[in-house]
């Protein structure tokens, strides 16, 4: 056990080192870049030690794994992600126990997510996830659904539309990872042109994430090359 969490600590401050290297090749400030930990399926000691290594934000995809998690972990200052699909009967203990969901792609879910959220909490962090690759199995809001979808969601109370979150089709090419990111990045610029005041783009895994970093991303997700892979 101890030589798994001295890997995990090792790891952090390998990927911490790439996200800086990635930056400064970008020509951007790496302090701008947020280090969300994806631990889904790993056991809460391992975000415990995560932790100790100073790691705060963690990502979970799969709402009674993560109600476990954060009850088990309720003594440590952790800022929780929802990444993952979101059901309808799933809302409330969304809206009860996350600070940010990046996973919303229905007006439907929003709304439950806005009159679910307790008044005393502060607003929902959200983002948009989309389709940018356009594939049929992954989740994510139509291309040319987007703005509307954007415009009646940011009017919602107890919700702070931040802005845009996507999981492109995998490829080891890294000129290829680059432009559905890029994509990404300029529908967020469009968005704002409308009136929107989007900061957010949440791009970028473990495979992919300096590509991700040289178009912009806010938020990157790294779960395997912090944690190990996944059983």
Not at 26 to 51: C, I, M, N, Q, W
Not at 54 to 62: D, L, N, T
Not at 198 to 215: N, R
């Amino acid at each position: 056990m101890d030589r798994i969490m001295t890997t995990i600590a090792s790891n952090l401050q390998a990927v911490r080192n790439a996200i800086t290297a990635a930056a400064v090749k970008a020509g951007h400030d790496s302090s701008e870049v947020k280090l969300l930990a994806v631990s889904k399926t790993f056991a809460p000691e391992a975000l415990r030690e995560a932790y100790r290594a100073g790691q705060q934000c963690f990502a979970e995809s799969y709402v009674q794994e993560a109600l476990d998690k954060i009850a088990a972990l309720k003594d440590l200052a952790i800022e929780w992600h929802y990444i993952g699909p979101i059901q309808s009967n799933k809302t409330r203990a969304i809206a009860e126990n996350f600070s940010w969901v990046h996973s919303v792609d229905r007006l439907k879910i929003a709304e439950r997510l806005s009159e679910q959220r307790p008044t005393h909490l502060p607003s929902l962090q959200l983002c948009l996830q989309v389709n940018i690759s356009q594939e049929s199995s992954k989740s994510g809001v139509a291309l040319e659904e987007v703005v509307a979808l954007a415009q009646a969601i940011s009017k919602l109370p107890n919700l702070k539309l931040r802005g845009l979150m996507a999981v492109p089709l995998q490829t080891e090419d890294v000129v290829a990872q680059r432009l559905p990111f890029a994509q990404l990045r300029k529908l967020r610029d469009q968005l704002n042109q409308q009136g929107l005041q989007l900061d957010t783009l949440s791009m970028g895994m473990s495979h992919d994430f300096a590509a991700a970093i040289a178009e912009g991303a806010t938020i990157v997700r790294i779960g395997t090359a912090i944690f190990g892979e996944r059983d």
